[in-house]
């Protein structure tokens, strides 16, 4: 069963807009962890914004905000104000469990966003 | 600078070879991990270590090998039982749970 769902293969959104990118998230533990990341063409993962399953604010970090709606199990990127830059694949990732140890994460299928001039 | 190194940035593999991928960190993170990424895809686990002389299977590790004789270091070798090798594999290492990237290794079968 798939555990991150990206249901927006692509947008495109004009610059300086708000965009919201998707991501639903399955799991049975109360102990989670959600991230975003970036990937621009040149292929390095970016992180993002990071939202424990226990906090109870939305996480924010610059123009990034997760809009984290725990009973839809949901988990979605909100990015101000778009930029160019911002042109690239965004991943979805969550963590199951307490974090101790190693981590594993696993990805959604991303999206692929395209900011117009 | 801190941050996670990878080599080659391109790699090709011959029918039947082995081959070596390079990921080092001075970020004196504990954790490193191994993902595959194919074309248009998200990524995939293949190993993960959480200290030295240890690591683990992800889910795609058939073919693959790895060591972890240092912390900073967690090379990948791609043997010739890994029958479609091309991708894009990158590198990661973490603490507290956040995994950060290297800049990707691609690899291609001659």
């Known amino acids: 069963a798939q555990k991150i769902t990206q249901t927006q293969p692509g947008m495109f959104v004009q610059e300086k807009e708000a965009v919201t990118l998707d991501c639903t998230y399955d799991t049975s533990d109360q102990s989670y962890g959600l991230f975003w990341y970036k990937q621009p063409s040149s292929g390095e993962m970016i992180f993002l914004i990071y939202q424990g399953s226990y906090d109870e604010q939305n996480a924010t970090e610059g123009r990034y905000s997760l809009n984290f709606q725990k009973a839809r199990k949901s988990a979605n990127l909100v990015i101000s104000a778009s930029q160019l830059g911002d042109s690239a694949m965004y991943f979805c990732?969550?963590?199951?469990?307490?974090?101790?140890?190693?981590?594993?994460?696993?990805f959604g299928q991303g999206t692929r966003l395209t900011i117009n001039p | 600078d801190g941050g996670i190194t990878q080599s080659p940035k391109y790699l090709f593999r011959k029918e039947g070879q082995n081959v070596t991928l390079s990921c080092e960190q001075n970020l004196n993170h504990d954790a490193m991990y191994w993902y595959r990424q194919d074309p248009g895809q998200g990524l995939r686990l293949i190993y993960y270590?959480?200290?030295?002389?240890?690591?683990q299977k992800g889910d795609i590790a058939e073919g693959y090998s790895v060591s972890r004789e240092k912390k900073e270091s967690f090379p990948l070798t791609v043997t010739s039982a890994q029958k479609n090798p091309t991708a894009f594999y990158l590198c990661a290492s973490g603490t507290s749970g956040t995994q950060y990237f290297g800049p990707g290794t691609r690899l291609l079968v001659l």
């Open positions: 990732a969550m963590r199951e469990g307490h974090v101790q140890g190693a981590q594993k994460l696993v």
């Open positions: 270590s959480q200290i030295v002389n240890d690591f």
